[in-house]
């Protein structure tokens, strides 16, 4: 059982669920609150969407480190699950059930959302696209770290795209009567905060996975990747990195620049100290690591970042909303 857990990225899979929910009760809830709306989605459907995103992602784990087994003999020997602690054949039935279940209730929730077309095709896709990451993307230069990135950034927007259309359906009369109101509320806020969410978790994942691809560059150079470092060598892979992470140092830094000319202290030094100070103590690291567990220590540290990001959300919901 614990080796299944392992198999599955238990902390990972909780750190999404955790994210989805903040997205949901310390976003999206109190700002249609401020607006006299509700959330139509029931707590029973945002189950669902959870166990689905959640289920498509431990799918993803599974048959990522199915296919992976020889590199990650090489890149990480101890942490080597299928063939150990769970055998091949029940990793690849897993993949299917949990990948099948993802699917069905993602379907069943794009039918009652009221957006069947697109909230299928984009579980289908992530199944799909989970696969050929790990047969095939993944050996592709850049590819495979685009694509997992998006998946990523996905996840705290799946919540807006599954409750606004049926915000919209509840309260079309007053959008009709109220458009400026209650429409901004919709489009310029709740979409807004889940966009720029969105677009911080597929920042803070390339650069993690770019960073995570430094760290196996001795099992990738084996089996034939064609990673960053690989292709442009460990040098250029670092600016790349430093680039990407000063570049959204200077986005949060445009975000405070916003806080101060409110005044808003508290998220000013919220931003400073757990996400701006751990970015630059990042940018170093990476510049100085030379070992694998350097590297690793890297990646560990953008996802803390990642998670004080989705913890300003409890901020926002019990101080500055207030």
């Given at each position: 059982m614990i080796a299944f857990l392992k198999l599955i990225r238990l902390p990972n899979l909780l750190i999404i669920a955790f994210t989805q929910y903040m997205i949901r009760l310390c976003l999206i809830e109190p700002i249609l609150n401020l607006s006299g709306l509700k959330l139509q989605m029931s707590d029973w459907e945002f189950v669902l969407l959870v166990l689905a995103t959640v289920f498509v992602s431990a799918g993803g784990y599974i048959i990522n480190d199915y296919f992976d087994v020889h590199i990650d003999n090489i890149n990480k020997p101890e942490q080597l699950v299928i063939d150990k602690g769970v055998k091949r054949r029940v990793a690849m039935g897993a993949h299917a059930v949990l990948s099948f279940l993802g699917v069905a209730i993602g379907i069943f929730l794009a039918w009652k959302c009221n957006i069947l077309l697109a909230g299928s095709t984009l579980?289908?896709?992530?199944?799909?696209?989970?696969?050929?990451?790990?047969?095939?993307?993944?050996?592709?230069?850049?590819?495979?770290?685009?694509?997992?990135?998006?998946?990523?950034?996905?996840t705290p927007f799946m919540v807006v795209l599954f409750e606004v259309p049926r915000l919209i359906i509840e309260y079309n009369a007053q959008l009709i009567q109220q458009q400026n109101a209650i429409g901004a509320v919709i489009t310029d806020t709740v979409l807004l905060w889940a966009g720029c969410y969105g677009i911080a978790a597929f920042g803070l994942s390339l650069i993690r996975e770019m960073i995570k691809d430094m760290e196996d560059v001795e099992g990738d150079l084996e089996y034939g990747c064609r990673t960053i470092p690989i292709v442009l060598g460990m040098k250029k892979a670092k600016v790349i990195i430093a680039t990407l992470i000063i570049f959204f140092m200077t986005g949060i830094g445009y975000v405070q620049h916003h806080q101060y000319e409110v005044k808003d202290k508290i998220s000013f030094l919220y931003f400073f100290i757990l996400i701006q100070l751990p970015l630059l103590f990042i940018l170093l690291r990476v510049f100085k690591a030379k070992e694998k567990k350097h590297f690793h220590f890297a990646s560990m540290m953008v996802k803390v970042v990642m998670l004080a990001g989705i913890c300003f959300l409890f901020l926002l919901r019990f101080v500055l909303l207030k």
């Open positions: 579980f289908i896709l992530a199944v799909v696209g989970l696969w050929y990451y790990s047969t095939s993307f993944k050996y592709q230069f850049l590819t495979g770290n685009i694509l997992v990135s998006l998946l990523t950034g996905m």
